[in-house]
T-cell receptor, first 113, second 113 residues
């Protein structure tokens, strides 16, 4: 069973701070890594994706991937109350010749004013 | 842009009834997926399809069936509904491989009583 692990939180940060969300995965052959944001009662929406080791930045968001240590993280700079949501990590894991997205349970982020 | 459309949005079923959850996408995506999400949990893959006429089981397929007769449509069939199938169901699609980001529908909230 391929696993994707996230701390369920909640992670509470003050407005303007950096929020750091972490995710570990068990399949060394994983190829693609995604972060989705999910507001309560809504569907997941893509925040970032990363395929190669290192950092990838998009506005206030930075995804970091370390394949040797099998973790991927998401940094949110200048956190805003509107960033309060559950963040889902997804990793494509090998399954019978295909690569299938496997999701973690999600980390709840609360940004307080 | 319609994207991924799911119907119905809400449904209450009695134990033992059957129903079909509809999913349609207008982006000409090859890959389509069905997930279920229980409270406080991540997304569990039920079935997926890599193209018309091809489907495969995910992590939690028992009690469900799918078909993919066209690129656009990927219905999920529940036979003999059970209380354990109470959940929120999300349909998603991705362009040409599962290593690309997924686009999600708005979800169907299903209660089995």
């Amino acid at each position: 069973q391929k696993e994707v692990e996230q701390n369920s939180g909640p992670l509470s940060v003050p407005e303007g701070a950096i929020a750091s969300l972490n995710c570990t995965y068990s399949d060394r052959g994983s190829q693609s890594f995604f972060w989705y944001r999910q507001y309560s009662g809504k569907s997941p929406e893509l925040i970032m994706f990363i395929y190669s080791n290192g950092d990838k930045e998009d506005g206030r968001f930075t995804a970091q991937l370390n394949k040797a240590s099998q973790y991927v993280s998401l940094l949110i700079r200048d956190s805003q109350p509107s960033d309060s949501a559950t963040y889902l990590c997804a990793v494509t894991c090998s399954s019978g010749g295909s690569y299938i997205p496997t999701f973690g349970r999600g980390t709840s982020l609360i940004v307080h004013p | 842009n319609a994207g991924v459309t799911q119907t119905p949005k809400f449904r209450i079923l009695k134990i033992g009834q059957s129903m079909t959850l509809q999913c349609a996408q207008d982006m000409n995506h090859n890959y389509m997926y069905w997930y279920r999400q229980d409270p406080g949990m991540g997304l569990k893959l039920i079935y997926y399809s890599v193209g018309a006429g091809i489907t495969d089981k995910g992590e939690v397929p028992n009690g469900y069936n799918v078909s993919r007769s066209t690129t656009e449509d990927f219905p999920l069939r529940l036979e003999l509904a059970a209380p354990s199938q109470t959940s929120v169901y999300f349909c998603a699609s991705s362009p040409v491989s599962s290593n690309q980001p997924q686009h999600f529908g708005d979800g169907t909230r299903l209660s089995i009583l």
